[in-house]
């Protein structure tokens, strides 16, 4: 059973930075694409960047681009993503999916995802 436990949420200002990591175990972490999705509270989980399994595709949704950076550490098992500018808007929980699907129009998420990663930008 594949796990993912992720890090670096926080209070940051607007327009400031965090830099989020999400370290997996238990699965073969090169052979899938990873993604960051993130749920405001009483909003649905969104997807936020995806990223192919070496690392060399990325996907971000519109409302991040320009602003945050996903990429992959292959040999420490680890998926970051760097977000700056801030906004309040931006606040919600962040959680990382092992083997998101992205194939379709759409990235579709799997079963498997961190626990999350609260991130709060005050204005």
């Known amino acids: 059973q594949v796990q993912l436990v992720e890090s670096g949420g926080g209070l940051v200002q607007n327009g400031g930075s965090l830099r989020l990591s999400c370290v997996t175990s238990g699965r073969t972490f090169t052979d899938v694409s990873m993604g960051w999705f993130r749920q405001a509270p009483g909003k649905e989980r969104d997807v936020v960047a995806t990223?192919?399994?070496?690392?060399?595709?990325?996907n971000y949704a519109h409302f991040v681009k320009d602003r945050f950076t996903i990429s992959r550490d292959n040999a420490k098992n680890t998926v970051y993503l760097q977000m700056n500018s801030l906004k309040p808007e931006d606040t919600a929980v962040y959680y990382c999916?092992?083997?998101?699907?992205?194939?379709?129009?759409?990235?579709?998420?799997?079963?498997?995802w961190g626990q999350g990663t609260q991130v709060t930008v005050s204005s």
């Open positions: 990223i192919n399994p070496s690392g060399t595709t990325f």
């Open positions: 999916n092992y083997g998101v699907r992205t194939t379709t129009p759409t990235p579709i998420a799997s079963p498997y």
